[in-house]
C-alpha cells in the first residue's frame, strides 16, 4: 500500500492548527462572563491544586490547560501564595501572570477631604480594620503616643506637631490601595508620605518666610477645609481668619466647635461655644490647639496664599455661597437676612 506524504504531511498540519488554535482559545480567552472574586492561593500549594480549584470555581476552563501553560513558561515554582482578585473575565495567561508576580487583591481607601480622624477611624472599622487611635493618636487629647514618636523621627514635616499632639491633618486626602492583608499602619505611611510629596520644596520654603510652622499652616488649612468649598472662598477666608489672628480677635469657627465637643449636627448654639477646650475657637484666641480635619491641596493653598481683603466676617448660606462682611453690623444684618 502506497502511503501519500503530501495528503500525510496536510493532514497533520491540519491535526496541529486544531491543536494550536484550541491551546489558543483555552489559554488565552476568558472563560466566559463573572464577578471578580477572592481566590486563596496557600503557602505550599501545588500548581495543579491550584488549577483543580480555580477551575471548580469558574475562574478558569481547563485545569490542564493551566498545567501544561505554567510548565511551559517555567513558572511552576513561581506562583505566589496569597489572596488575589481574579474573575472568568481573565485568560489563563492573565492568571498565571498576575499570581506568579504576587500581584494579591487589593484594597481601596479613600480618605474623603475634610475628614477628621474619627471620620477615618469609623470608615476603616467598616471595612473589618482595627481601630487607628493607638496609631494616630486620639482627637482633642494631649498624650504620648510611641508609634507617633516613631513617625515624627520618620517624616521631617512632623517635627514642628507639639508633642503629644495626634496625627490629625497629616493623612493627606486621596485614595490608596493596599494588600488585604495590611494594617492601618499601611494607611497611615501611604497617607504621610502622600502629604511630603504634595508639600512640595517650594511650598515648605514660602511657609518659612511667613514665620509660620507647617502645624500652623496645617491648622489654619483644617477649618477652612470645614468652613467653605471652593477653592477663590477658601482664600477669602484664609485672608479673614489671619486677619483675626493679626487683630488678636477670636476665630469664633463653629466647625471648631464641633470637633472639640464630638457634635455631629452642623447647627451650633451659644451654649455649645462655651464648651472648654482649646479647640474652641469661641472661648480661646488664635488657632485651635491643633487640625480640626485632614485638609485637602486647596485649602492648604489658601492657608499659604490667603486672598488680602479688608473683610473680617463671613457666613455660608443654606445653599452654599459664601457672604464676605468688613463691620459686625453688615455680618449681623446679613446673618438676618441670609439665616432667618
Known amino acids: 500500500m502506497e502511503i501519500d506524504i503530501k495528503k500525510l504531511a496536510l493532514a497533520f498540519s491540519l491535526f496541529l492548527l486544531i491543536i494550536i488554535a484550541f491551546a489558543y482559545q483555552t489559554i488565552f480567552t476568558p472563560t466566559g462572563k463573572g464577578e471578580e472574586k477572592i481566590f486563596t492561593i496557600n503557602k505550599g500549594e501545588a500548581v495543579k491544586e491550584i488549577a ?5 470555581q469558574g475562574i478558569i476552563g481547563s485545569h490542564s490547560a493551566f498545567v501544561a501553560y505554567a510548565a511551559f513558561l517555567g513558572k511552576y515554582s513561581k506562583v505566589q501564595a ?13 492568571i498565571i501572570d498576575i499570581v506568579t508576580k504576587g ?17 477615618l477611624n469609623d470608615y476603616l472599622q467598616s471595612k473589618n480594620m482595627p481601630g487607628l487611635f493607638s496609631l494616630t493618636g486620639t482627637p482633642t487629647e494631649v498624650e504620648s ?14 517635627k514642628d506637631k507639639p508633642e503629644g499632639i495626634s ?14 492583608s495590611d494594617s492601618p499602619e499601611t494607611v497611615i505611611e501611604k497617607a504621610l508620605s502622600n502629604f511630603d510629596e504634595k508639600l512640595t520644596p517650594e511650598l515648605r520654603n514660602d511657609i518659612k518666610k511667613q514665620n ?8 489654619m488649612a483644617s477649618l477652612i477645609e470645614k468652613e467653605v468649598k471652593t477653592p477663590e ?24 466647635v464641633m470637633y472639640a465637643s464630638g457634635k455631629e449636627n452642623s447647627k451650633v448654639y451659644i451654649k455649645d461655644t462655651q464648651f ?9 484666641r488664635g488657632l485651635p490647639e491643633g487640625p480640626i480635619s485632614n485638609p485637602g491641596i486647596d485649602s492648604i493653598l489658601a492657608a499659604i496664599y490667603p486672598t488680602k481683603s479688608n473683610y473680617m466676617y463671613y457666613l455660608s448660606t443654606p445653599e452654599g455661597k459664601t457672604i464676605f462682611s468688613k463691620t459686625l453690623d453688615e455680618h449681623n444684618f446679613n446673618k438676618n437676612k441670609y439665616l432667618k
Open 276 to 284: 472648654d477646650s482649646p479647640y474652641n475657637t469661641y472661648e480661646y
Open 167 to 180: 496625627l490629625e491633618g497629616y493623612l493627606f486626602p486621596d485614595t490608596y490601595y493596599i494588600d488585604k
Open 233 to 256: 472662598d477658601k482664600k477669602m477666608v484664609s485672608g479673614i481668619l489671619w486677619n483675626r489672628i493679626n487683630s488678636k480677635m477670636a476665630l469664633q469657627v463653629d466647625s471648631t
Open 82 to 94: 496569597g489572596d488575589y482578585l481574579l474573575s472568568p473575565q481573565m485568560s489563563i495567561s492573565q
Open 52 to 56: 483543580l480549584n480555580l477551575e471548580k
Open 212 to 219: 509660620k510652622t507647617i502645624f500652623q499652616i496645617l491648622t
Open 103 to 119: 500581584e494579591t487583591a487589593k484594597e481601596k481607601i479613600t480618605i474623603v477631604e475634610g475628614w477628621d480622624l474619627r471620620d
Open 145 to 158: 503616643n510611641e508609634n507617633v514618636d516613631t513617625l515624627v523621627k520618620e517624616f521631617s514635616f512632623l
